[in-house]
């Protein structure tokens, strides 16, 4: 998939804003909370192209919809994913990053079994994962209205 035309990018730039502009509500809190989460293929192994890729997205986007998370944008990069999301508090980041990950990894696997062959050992992604959060507050904001004390 490789790099966004700068138009494009801006276009999604902008979706994305829009998106994360409101807050979301549950029974007993409102948030404003994202993720930013990327994870490798097993080995960096380049073979997130073509069916693979689509069936990828399909499946992240199924289960996101599933849970209930926001998907503000998804990136199926040849060896890797980005995925921007929204999920609840009560969510830990870890146990997104296990569902995802796993779920995909059993789908394709059933989908593909093909792909066992190019990755020794029958795992697919890479353990480690990273996780950023995302707010609609920076760390200055945060702290000045701590120090203040406003309501």
């Not at 944008?73 to 060896?79: E, F, T, V």
């Not at 146990?95 to 990755?119: D, M, S, Y």
Request: some cysteine; overall charge positive.
């Amino acid at each position: 998939m490789g790099r966004l035309p700068q138009p494009l990018f801006q276009k999604i730039r902008t979706y994305i804003s829009q998106t994360w502009m409101d807050a979301q509500h549950t029974k007993h809190v409102t948030y404003k909370l994202g993720y930013h989460f990327v994870w490798c293929l097993k080995y960096r192994k380049r073979i997130l192209v073509g069916k693979i890729a689509t069936f990828i997205e399909r499946e992240i986007r199924r289960l996101c919809a599933e849970q209930n998370w926001t998907i503000g944008a998804l990136n199926i990069q040849p060896d890797h994913v980005h995925l921007f999301l929204s999920a609840p508090p009560t969510v830990a980041p870890s146990e997104i990053a296990h569902q995802l990950k796993g779920a995909t990894a059993r789908a394709v696997f059933q989908r593909f079994p093909e792909i066992k062959n190019q990755l020794w050992g029958g795992t697919f992604w890479s353990r480690p994962y990273y996780v950023g959060s995302v707010g609609d507050m920076s760390l200055d904001v945060v702290l000045k209205y701590i120090e203040l004390g406003q309501d």
